[in-house]
């Protein structure tokens, strides 16, 4: 019974995060070859290959992106991007996902500085990400706040806290392990720098 248990867990261990990995790549994969990929299958019929819809987005994509810095076609994107932005309720659903790709692949991009948070009266400290640190620019009294986003565990989700400065310490840690590391209730702790000793 030991023999079992033991082996069926260490088979647990090694392949279930594999498995796992595959169908979540594959699944993702599918996803993007299919938004492209459905109005480019009809031209191959039956000479179709997996990929060339996500080749054919990209492709759509890096052509969008030049267009964007050419002056005519520049100064047209531009003006949808006026409009969107001036629309109710369109321009709060376009800006917050616009700033949150900019976030992500822009110049300034957010995610970059890990922290360690300081819990009021408890001694304890949580980890997170200065989002902004221009938080004056929304809420004017709080000239000496950061935004400071806090994922939650086991899920793809958390809290944004606007933070005083004094209690928010900067560490040396990529935000990629930050991330993996809150994610996994500290269980993917293998890389352990950055984290200071208390």
Not at 73 to 81: P, Q
Request: net charge positive.
């Amino acid at each position: 019974m030991k023999f079992f248990v033991k082996n069926f867990i260490n088979g647990v261990i090694t392949f279930v995060p594999i498995i796992l990995a595959i169908y979540v790549c594959y699944k993702v994969f599918a996803f993007f070859d299919g938004l492209f990929g459905s109005y480019v299958r009809p031209y191959f019929k039956d000479d179709y290959i997996p990929g060339i819809g996500i080749l054919c987005t990209i492709i759509l994509i890096t052509v969008l992106g030049w267009l964007s810095t050419q002056y005519i076609s520049g100064k047209i994107i531009r003006l949808v991007d006026r409009l969107l932005e001036s629309i109710p309720l369109i321009k709060t659903v376009y800006s917050v996902i616009k700033d949150t790709i900019t976030s992500f692949v822009g110049e300034k991009r957010s995610f970059s500085k890990v922290v360690l948070v300081e819990l009021p009266n408890t001694g304890m400290k949580c980890i997170g990400f200065i989002t902004s640190e221009e938080v004056a620019n929304w809420f004017n009294p709080l000239q000496d706040h950061v935004a400071v986003y806090i994922p939650q565990t086991f899920q793809v989700a958390g809290i944004t806290f606007l933070v005083p400065k004094e209690q928010v310490q900067v560490i040396d840690m990529k935000p990629e392990e930050a991330m993996k590391f809150v994610l996994s209730g500290g269980m993917a702790s293998s890389k352990k720098k950055g984290l200071p000793e208390t």
